[in-house]
């Protein structure tokens, strides 16, 4: 595959960009830290506190897939389904991670 030189530029211009919406250190990429008044964009890699980094994106899939599956355990009235830790553990984590990077939307 052939690259012609202004595909070459944007790529070069993307990438650039990107390094510089992440922080390094001496041992590599660093997540995109929250920025007040400002959004996120969902394909940005931020820390989840206490878990991992995820993307924007992935986030907003699994809180979206967490709260589906409860829904379905209460209206079929297993409530023991959904369990505490779920409940204030990782659904609590991933909504307070988009409420930090502006994700929570309108």
Do not use: C, W
């Amino acid at each position: 595959m052939k690259v012609t030189k202004s595909q070459l530029k944007e790529i070069i211009k993307e990438e650039l960009k990107h390094l510089q919406e992440v922080e390094y250190d001496e041992h590599g990429p660093m997540y995109v830290k929250p920025v007040e008044g400002e959004t996120t964009p969902d394909d940005a890699e931020v820390l989840v506190s206490g878990l991992a980094g995820m993307k924007i994106e992935q986030i907003k899939n699994e809180l979206a897939r967490e709260l589906a599956q409860m829904a379905e355990a209460a209206a079929a009235g297993e409530f023991r389904r959904i369990g505490v830790s779920r409940l204030g553990g990782v659904l609590e984590l991933f909504y307070d991670t988009l409420k930090d990077h502006g994700a929570l939307g309108d």
